[in-house]
């Protein structure tokens, strides 16, 4: 039976604590195709509807403990930014087991979280709350979070205006002011310019000495090799390596030519 939760470790783990574990964590998508895309698929309707299983992680185990940052790596469809979602409680698995200790901020897509005719103003509030903080909290850090996303002439602006930069700005100041114990990357930062992306790694850096722990997706493999001391290259589903990021950045690219 599947199962997520959030749980105090066990005396034994609390030696090394566990930041996540995941047992033969499996995630399957079941798409229905429906022949209606033109007149003819509409009175073919009777005929039986196409289902699709989709396994986009299969049966994969590993333990993340508190204060490391792991990157997570492999071609587009290999599961990487579903296991994100699983860690996030955006999905449920499928089977296996997830246990996730503490706080989660996750900064999965861009305009995620955010209501599009809402403010950049309210938006930090509307996502502030979704993580778990008070109305109180979010007032105390409000001013940090405008900065942090230099967005001060923006943010009463709706964030339908806002361009996908804009967006990850907003959306990676609010995640870096939750004080969560786990913070969650996928491949967001690829859109910003250059300035914003070395402030991001910058916070990242500050997030790794004060021991939170960090999981993030990314296709820059020299990015990987600096920060995350150790990946996970998932293939298709399937987790092909767990290891030191050098070694298992070479093995990635060696695979595919």
Known sequence: MAAVSEQTPSVKEARTPLAIRAEKLTKEFRLTHQPY???????????????EHIVALNAISFTVHKGETVAIIG?????????????????RPTSGRLEVYGRVAPLLELGAGFHPDLTGLENIYFNGVILGLTRKQISERLEAIIRFAELENYIDAPVRTYSSGMLMRLGFAVAAHVDADILLVDEVLAVGDAHF?????????????????????SHDMDAVRQIAPRALWLDKGILRADGDSDTVVTQYLASTG
């Open 37 to 51: 895309s033109s007149l003819k698929g509409l009175l073919l309707s009777f005929l039986p509807r196409r289902v």
């Open 75 to 91: 071609q587009n469809g290999s599961g990487k930014s579903t296991l994100l979602g699983l860690i996030a409680r955006v999905y």
């Open 197 to 217: 992306q070395q402030k991001c790694y910058r916070k990242i850096r500050e997030f790794q000495q004060e021991g939170r722990t960090i999981l993030f997706v």
